[in-house]
């Protein structure tokens, strides 16, 4: 099935059961809030290098963490104790994405553009996005940031200025969305570090019908 190319001017996507074996989907579009809002409610993402088309994905096995299963470390809960934490969420937002992008450029190259980042401030400012900042006995340790929709939370990208930063992010983050019901943390590709945080492998069918679920509230409120 060849990749479809999508109409800057035609807010769509082809059936996501359509995307190649490696998970790409369509090229080209845009990044508007509207044509965000519609991928991410398809469990779709954009993912693309500086010079590149926009590339749009839907891999057919997804990983996920759901909040309630978060797994914090008996290391970590011993950290936890030692240290004065404390998380904001929403207090940064724009920083918080740039540090997500300088920390991969850094280490392993970034598809976090200055394309990307208006786009996503775009997508905060509407509503549909949320960061989360740790500090550790008062210092900035790290952070994440990520598309919300619905009862369900889109990962993007994670820093740690200090060790067990993001963690500590991702910790409290995944106690909120626990706590308001919220039904997954999609993060899109498996890395062993989200594993041992609780992350799971799980198939198209299932990712979908979680997301049904977690949409839900939205569609009742349109």
């Not at 340790?141 to 740690?160: P, Q, R, T």
């Amino acid at each position: 099935m060849p990749v479809y190319k999508l109409d800057e001017n035609e807010i769509f996507f082809p059936n996501p059961c359509l995307a190649e074996e490696n998970g790409l989907l369509a090229v080209g579009g845009d990044l508007s809030v509207d044509r965000l809002v519609l991928a991410y409610r398809n469990g779709i993402f954009p993912w693309y290098n500086e010079g590149d088309p926009i590339m749009w994905w839907c891999p057919k096995e997804r990983f996920i963490i759901r909040p309630e299963n978060i797994h914090i470390s008996h290391s970590m809960k011993k950290f936890i104790r030692k240290h004065e934490i404390s998380v904001f969420f929403n207090r940064h937002f724009s920083e918080t994405m740039h540090r997500c992008r300088e920390k991969r450029e850094f280490e392993v190259g970034t598809w976090i553009t200055d394309d990307m980042e208006r786009a996503y401030k775009r997508l905060f400012d509407s509503g549909f996005a949320l960061s989360a900042e740790a500090y550790f006995d008062g210092r900035l340790a790290g952070g994440l940031y990520g598309v919300c929709l619905g009862k369900c939370f889109f990962g993007e990208s994670m820093f740690s200025e200090m060790e067990n930063g993001s963690k500590a992010a991702l910790i409290s983050l995944a106690q909120l969305l626990e706590e308001n019901d919220f039904v997954m943390i999609d993060c899109q590709f498996h890395t062993d570090h989200l594993e041992s945080m609780g992350g799971v492998t799980i198939s198209y069918d299932e990712y979908m019908k979680l997301l049904e679920k977690g949409l839900e509230v939205t569609k009742k409120g349109t």
